[in-house]
């Protein structure tokens, strides 16, 4: 526990509005986001790590909301799946989910989450001991993933993005802005404390619509 306390990296998790004193969150294109799924390692855990990388890209979660995860965290509603997401100060949030990844998450379950240790009965995810998976390895399975794609020809530039586990988050976020959904919706369904946490995916959003803006050819209209 000690090691895993040391090599865990918290400042990773910090809300980039916060962290990066209102500079823009860095984040993923929906083809980037696409790319990066398809670069999951195959093997053995290859479907345990692809739900981990879409409950954080797809569904918002934080890494520390991955890792405390709990079988008796999903709502098995076949029609309206979700899940209790236990966040920061012990708040639990309700989180529907798209019916693909609740059909991956049961795929899981079922046929490759292995067999727990006693103390680890309810933990969704698991090591190869049969442990709870660390957060410390959860931050390096995104960065391994990452680290795959920019070896993949025409994204050697997404290095300079400095991509985390965090990144993907902030995916969701900027996505769930693009999909016109409204600040409220999203600063639940992420589990921000502040709406003002919220509010630096609408300057993202703000900045795909200058840069539209800027591009736009109008010169016919003025003669």
Request: aromatic residues 8%.
């Amino acid at each position: 526990m000690k090691a895993e306390y040391l090599s865990y990296n918290p400042a990773l998790e910090v809300d980039m509005a916060k962290q990066e004193n209102g500079r823009l969150p860095t984040y993923l294109s929906d083809k980037e986001l696409e790319q990066f799924l398809l670069s999951i390692a195959p093997g053995q855990y290859h479907i345990r790590n692809r739900c981990i990388l879409m409950l954080m890209s797809l569904a918002g979660l934080r890494v520390v909301e991955v890792y405390n995860l709990n079988l008796s965290d999903l709502i098995r509603d076949e029609d309206e799946p979700g899940i209790e997401v236990l966040g920061k100060g012990n708040k639990t949030r309700y989180i529907p989910l798209p019916i693909p990844l609740y059909q991956l998450l049961l795929e899981y379950e079922k046929m490759y989450r292995g067999v727990p240790k006693p103390d680890h009965a309810n933990a969704f995810f698991l090591s190869k001991r049969g442990t709870r998976i660390s957060r410390r390895r959860i931050q390096e399975i995104t960065e391994e993933t990452f680290e795959r794609l920019t070896q993949q020809p025409g994204f050697h530039y997404l290095k300079q993005k400095k991509l985390s586990s965090h990144k993907l988050r902030h995916s969701f976020g900027t996505g769930m802005v693009r999909e016109g959904i409204d600040l409220v919706t999203i600063q639940q369904l992420m589990g921000h404390t502040n709406l003002n946490t919220t509010q630096i995916y609408t300057h993202v959003n703000n900045e795909q619509k200058k840069r539209a803006m800027k591009n736009k050819d109008v010169s016919r209209f003025f003669h």
